[in-house]
Structures are given as structure tokens and as C-alpha cells.
């Protein structure tokens, strides 16, 4: 995989980074509040896809070098 980046590139996947960040905490809040099981268990879905996806995400922006 080509690990060179253009600056925008790497704030891009930032940006998608502290989004998904923000999604995840607020499913994370929502689980706390829901009284509905089915609800609770999309919610705690999410919350661990988003854990998996900002891995992914966390290793993309380990490997770059900007150009």
C-alpha cells in the first residue's frame, strides 16, 4: 500500500477520524438512556464498528508520509 499522502489527504482522514469519534461517543451516551433492547443492541453495534473502523483509520495515519 502507498503510505505517501498529500497534506489534505491526511487531514481528510483526520477529519473522518474525529467525526466518527464524536458518532461513536454520542451511541455510547445513547446506550445509557435507551430502555428499548432492540435499540440498545444497534447502538452498542455501532459503537463497536465505529471502535473497529477508527482502528483502521489510526492505522492508515500510522503508516503516512507526507509529500
Known sequence: MNSNYALHEVLEVH???AF???CMT???TMQA???NPELKQI???DVQLSQQQLQELG???S???LT
Open 26 to 28: 454520542k451511541s455510547r
Open 33 to 35: 438512556l435507551v430502555t
Open 63 to 65: 503508516k503516512v508520509t
Open 43 to 45: 447502538l452498542q453495534q
Open 15 to 17: 477529519e473522518m477520524a
Open 20 to 22: 466518527k469519534t464524536v
Open 59 to 61: 492505522g492508515v495515519l
